[in-house]
């Protein structure tokens, strides 16, 4: 099974900073044939479902702020909030749908300082 | 718009049986994969199992293997998710969520509001 971990755990930032949470896989999940690394970022706000947020690593879905952004390949990726804001505040998680089972990460819980 | 509504939650013995399902509108359900994925009390979220467009192809995560079945009729845009001898690990909300393309092997991009499954005597 592939293992995903994030860091940190929890972070607070002031509004209008940066917000950095890292996510790595045990194994590359970048598929050499399509050259797609497959690997998700969601955000869940207290009471709600998980959203969508970036997909194949660093695409954005559609009508997500695009202060919202995602890098990374292989085994090592980041999804960063370029200016926090309040509605920002959630966890968020990473998962990879490279193979089955499909694995999340922990989740890393932000909040404004 | 994409909607999916989970139903059939509730409070079962371990041991016993339970029977979700997830009616979905707004899109063509016929070509989409569709998954379970769950979140006990307070912690993160697990993945359960996952169907393809066709029904061809299913999986499931280690901790529902054998236990728990996977199914959809494409005729009543409904998936469902057989659960039998539950245990009071078993205890989450269940979320239905949409696979972007027909694949297992796609993110999920809408989800339901979830049902509550609470395993207890």
């Known amino acids: 099974d592939i293992v995903m971990t994030q860091s940190p755990e929890s972070l607070a930032v002031s509004l209008g900073e940066r917000a950095t949470i890292n996510c790595k896989s045990s194994q590359s999940v970048l598929y050499s044939s399509n050259n797609k690394n497959y690997l998700a970022w969601y955000q869940q706000k207290p009471g709600q479902p998980p959203k969508l947020l970036i997909y194949w690593a660093s695409t954005r879905e559609s009508g997500v702020p695009d202060r919202f952004s995602g890098s990374g390949s292989g085994t090592d990726f980041t999804l960063t909030i370029s200016s926090l804001q309040a509605e920002d505040v959630a966890v968020y998680y990473c998962q990879q749908y490279y193979s089955t089972p499909f694995t999340f990460g922990p989740g890393t819980k932000v909040d404004i300082k | 718009e994409v909607q999916l509504l989970e139903s059939g939650g509730g409070l079962v013995q371990p041991g016993g049986s339970l029977r979700l399902s997830c009616a979905a509108s707004g899109f063509t359900f016929s070509t989409n994969g569709l998954s379970w994925v769950r979140q006990a009390p307070g912690k993160g979220l697990e993945w359960v199992s996952v169907i393809n467009y066709n029904a061809g192809s299913t999986y499931y995560a280690d901790s529902v293997k054998g236990r728990f079945t996977i199914s959809r009729d494409n005729s009543k845009n409904t998936l469902y998710l057989q659960m039998n001898s539950l245990r009071a690990e078993d205890t989450a909300v269940y979320y239905c969520?949409?696979?972007?393309?027909?694949?297992?092997?796609?993110?999920?991009?809408?989800w339901g509001q979830g049902t509550l499954v609470t395993v207890s005597s």
């Open positions: 969520a949409k696979n972007s393309g027909g694949s297992c092997y796609s993110h999920f991009d809408n």
